[in-house]
């Protein structure tokens, strides 16, 4: 099994910052694309940001410009650097990995439990 584990999480005034921080372990093979979704209130889940295992990147136009992602393939983490944080940023932050286990086995979706990131004066 693969575990997904978020820290870094808060609550921030507008215009602060945060980092987000997302450790894979278990069974992992190989990991491809990881990427940082979130979750508001009455809301469907967004993609934020996503990472390959070559370093491409990919941002929702919404945090282009003060969110950077990056990851260490050595430990298998991933992070989210968030600037100028705005209220509207406020929703639980989502880790996923596309990760195979074997050489063997197809890639697979996994996702951790969420941190939640409250941006509020």
């Known amino acids: 099994q693969v575990q997904l584990v978020e820290s870094g999480g808060g609550l921030v005034q507008p215009g602060g910052s945060l980092r987000l921080s997302c450790a894979a372990s278990g069974s992992i093979r190989r990991i491809n694309t990881m990427g940082w979704y979130r979750q508001a209130p009455g809301k469907q889940r967004e993609l934020v940001a996503t990472i390959t295992n070559g370093g491409s990147t990919n941002y929702a136009d919404s945090v282009k410009g003060r969110v950077t992602i990056s990851r260490d393939n050595a430990k298998n983490t991933v992070y989210l650097q968030m600037n100028s944080l705005k209220p509207e940023d406020t929703a639980v932050y989502h880790c996923?990995?596309?990760?195979?286990?074997?050489?063997?086995?197809?890639?697979?979706?996994?996702w951790g439990q969420g941190t939640q990131v409250t941006v509020s004066s």
């Open positions: 996923n990995a596309e990760v195979a286990t074997s050489y063997f086995t197809p890639l697979k979706d996994y």
